[in-house]
């Protein structure tokens, strides 16, 4: 296996060991299944590394972003996936930065230890796809209760969390109005049957997603994260956060692929030599290395901004942008490496290899990270 960075040494070991008792057969079974990896989660939330993100006084073991992007690069060079319990590291952000203190110290504490789960983040609507300021579920406010109608898509483990942050629109007017927009932490626990209803999506890779409807929820006032109509700005504060973790993720599939494609590359003999020794195969895997060391250097500056607090937008989208280009090359690479046997479930390149597709897509489509280079700092009209 091929070292490339070395920081945070322990974390990646500690992470590495855990991995190993979750080899790549349990990802296998489980996405023939469809099944959530609910043992793998447990363990990671017990040994304290899905709450690395939260403050020590809150029971989290406040480490910071780069820690979390090696924690989620080693599970996916492990073979492994970290969509099942990557949205807590995150969405805890908006709940720690904008929150209240009530909410505060009534949920972080038990996120931390593992007793309350928050892992479904509800901004995505059928007809509002990447536009999302065009969202209709409504919130309306009577008294001190807010009553929810509307219905998510895409809302990935909600039936394997307890806590939602959801997005709703509670400006009276149906327009595309960020100031229109509020975001809700609510436990949906015993509304679940009742006033929530959760429909699984099943997808071409195994990731819990569902289609929510909520039905005249009825919420207290208290559930509001930090001032009514700017939600919307919070969850673009959040973003960079996202992008980062994610990008974290495709550099680990990049290397779990580059792995792969060396290991084959050199032990299978045809024409009495490896294939290995054949440019055609080395190249491709050569320039996808070369694209993932590139896509790293940026993530590693892009989560020391973010560490030191500062202006990180530039380098969390570029680093996910390159990064899921990365191990997409990366992937292509390794299905060409092992040829027919790519296509055989028991050597988990398929497996992988439409996992890592879906970083083109979400979270943020690789368009919609060029339209905010193009935007923001190319200085380009806005195309949309
Ligand atoms: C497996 C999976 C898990 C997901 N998990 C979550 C989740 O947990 N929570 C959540 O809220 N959402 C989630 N999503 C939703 C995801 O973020 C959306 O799929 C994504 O935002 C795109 O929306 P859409 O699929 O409706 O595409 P559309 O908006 O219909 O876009 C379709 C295509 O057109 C392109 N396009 C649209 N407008 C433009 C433009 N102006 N310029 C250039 N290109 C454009 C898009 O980039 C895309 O390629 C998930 C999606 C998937 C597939």
New binding site residues.
């Given amino acids: 296996m091929i070292e490339t960075n070395t920081d945070w040494q322990e974390l990646r070991i500690g992470i590495k060991g855990i991995c190993k008792y979750y080899p790549e057969s349990y990802w296998q079974e489980l996405d023939r299944e469809r099944k959530y990896p609910t043992d793998f989660v447990k363990k990671l939330t017990k040994e304290g590394y899905l709450s690395c993100l939260i403050p020590e006084k809150y029971g989290g073991s406040g480490l910071n972003m780069r820690a979390a992007s090696v924690i989620l690069e080693e599970i996916h060079r492990s073979g492994g996936n970290g ?1 099942a319990c990557h ?1 807590q590291m995150y969405i805890m952000g908006s709940l720690l930065k904008h929150g209240s203190d009530e909410l505060k110290d009534k949920y972080l504490h038990k996120i931390a230890n593992g007793t309350i789960r928050l892992q ?7 007809s ?5 300021l065009s969202i209709k579920t409504k919130a309306v406010k009577n008294g001190k209760k807010y009553k929810i109608n509307g219905q ?7 039936e394997h969390s307890d806590l939602i942050l959801l ?1 709703a629109r509670t400006g009276k007017d149906n327009h595309k109005k960020r100031e229109s927009l509020s975001l809700f932490l609510i436990d949906m626990r015993k509304h679940i049957g009742k006033q929530i209803f959760i429909k699984p ?1 099943r ?1 071409m ?1 195994n ?1 819990s ?1 569902t289609e929510i409807f909520f039905d005249n929820l009825e919420i207290d006032e208290d559930c509001l994260i930090g001032e009514e109509g700017k939600g919307f700005d919070y969850i673009l504060d959040g973003l960079n956060a996202e992008r980062l973790l994610i990008a974290s993720e495709c550099i680990g599939d990049a290397k779990y692929f580059v792995d792969k494609s060396i290991e084959y590359g050199n032990q299978r003999e045809v024409f009495n030599r490896p294939i290995g020794k054949n440019q055609a195969i080395q190249f491709p895997i050569a320039k996808a290395y070369s694209r993932t060391l590139a896509a790293e250097l940026v993530l590693i500056k892009g989560c020391e901004l973010f560490d030191k607090k500062k202006q990180c937008g530039q380098e969390a989208n570029i680093s996910k942008l390159l990064a899921a280009e990365a191990s997409w090359e990366a992937a292509e690479a390794t299905m060409q490496t092992f040829g027919g046997f790519a296509f055989s479930e028991e050597y988990n390149i398929e497996r992988k290899y439409r996992e890592t597709r ?1 970083y ?9 990270i ?2 905010y280079i193009s935007h923001k700092i190319l200085g380009f009209a806005r ?2």
């Fill in positions: 969509a949205a479904a983040f509800g901004v995505t609507e059928p509002s796809g990447t536009d999302t998510k898509v895409w809302t990935s483990r909600a997005l999506i997808t890779i990731h997603t879906l083109q897509i979400a979270p943020v489509s690789t368009n919609m060029l339209a195309s949309y």
